[in-house]
């Protein structure tokens, strides 16, 4: 999109202001969400049709990995928003499906996903949750993990066993209020990194229409596996590669900068120092052209693009991991005490590879896809 640089500019000065905070006090980033949806961000991947700009899978990642580059926290409200928000799109409830998609492209309605159950895990396409049918509408009874803005999104997507269900995969996704009566949250996130995403678990035991449902009776796993997997794990990638941009870059700036008086040399000036850099840049950029060439396979899917969704989560989880790491070996004491800013990126991108579906999962997806072998 020509614009997209031009409504980042205006929305990331705020994502940058609000980041400690975030961080620091496990603070809702509300203003810079509200500043992505003043720029248009939020309805970034939404139909025109229904006040969306109509951007792809290659402008997710840009967006998605700039976001994250100066805040974590907002980029996973941010990727979970838009997330809810294409699987609403590709199967409207006939229940306000269009007042719905409207403010969710609008930024008026924040949207999550509410997946993962207690009950299995991070194995957030197997819901133990079964809806009960009962005269036009459904009663849902679940305990939902880890639900990202859970105490300030308006609406979540959630998942359960559909009634007549003999299956793990045999689930519908619904639209539930967050102000529903039987929705509850249990406490106030205080993890190891993304403090400011909101991540708590979220108990219902709420009485929704049947016309809340996303798309076709039964088929839940169906739009799981084939839309938000995609989407989800498109942005996720580029969250875990924004923030080791942003580490490995303070690092690069720390190590040319920072100096030995007594031997008039820079850090940068020992070739161990310059080694570790160009091999975390290294990994860096072969991480990204693998999620822009994944990027581009889901804009236009082949028999071989499922395999690189799975991959490229994993891989680009994984690199992060590696890439946070040397920033942080780089900056030694320096960035150990947070002085250079490597921390945070540091601490968010530990998330990404624990985060269903987690980065073991995936290879082992990835190892059966190869092998020939069913996923499920």
């Not at 620091?24 to 006040?51: Q, Y």
């Amino acid at each position: 999109m020509h614009d997209l640089q031009d409504r980042l500019a205006a929305a990331l000065p705020t994502v940058r202001a609000g980041a400690d905070a975030a961080d620091a006090d496990a603070k809702f980033p509300a203003e810079s969400v509200r500043a992505l949806a003043d720029a248009g961000l939020m309805g970034l991947t939404l139909p025109t049709e229904v006040g969306g700009l109509g951007a792809g899978p290659v402008e997710l990642v840009a967006a998605v990995s700039a976001v994250a580059a100066e805040c974590g926290s907002t980029a996973m409200v941010h990727l979970m928003h838009l997330a809810s928000a294409m699987v609403a799109a590709a199967a409207p409830p006939t229940a306000g499906g269009a007042e719905l998609l409207a403010d969710m492209a609008a930024g008026t309605a924040l949207g999550t996903l509410a997946f993962s159950e207690k009950g299995s895990r991070s194995h957030f396409w197997a819901p133990v949750s079964k809806a009960v049918a009962a005269d036009g509408a459904v009663r849902i009874r679940a305990d939902k993990s880890w639900v990202t803005s859970a105490s300030n999104a308006d609406v979540y997507i959630t998942s359960t066993l559909a009634p007549a269900a003999t299956a793990a995969t045999e689930s519908d996704l619904y639209v539930v209020p967050r102000i529903s009566d039987g929705v509850s949250i249990a406490g106030r996130f205080d993890g190891l990194g993304l403090r400011g995403n909101d991540s708590a678990p979220v108990r219902l035991d709420v009485e929704v229409p049947t016309g809340a449902r996303l798309g076709a009776h039964g088929t839940g796993f169906a739009l799981m596996m084939e839309v938000v997997l995609p989407w989800f794990s498109l942005g996720n990638s580029a969250v875990s590669l924004g923030l080791a941009r942003a580490a490995l870059e303070r690092a690069i700036g720390h190590a040319s900068a920072a100096r030995f008086d007594h031997l008039d040399s820079a850090l940068s000036d020992l070739p161990t120092i310059r080694a570790y850099l160009a091999k975390a840049w290294t990994d860096l950029s072969a991480h990204e052209a693998l999620l822009r060439e994944t990027a581009a396979r889901v804009a236009e899917p082949d028999d071989t693009t499922v395999l690189a969704v799975l991959a490229t989560k994993a891989g680009c989880n994984e690199a992060a991991l590696r890439v946070t790491e040397t920033a942080l070996r780089v900056t030694g004491g320096a960035g150990f005490s947070r002085q250079v800013g490597v921390d945070r990126p540091y601490r968010d991108a530990r998330a990404g590879f624990v985060m269903a579906p987690t980065s073991d999962a995936l290879f082992d997806f990835t190892g059966r896809a190869l092998c020939g072998l069913d996923l499920f």
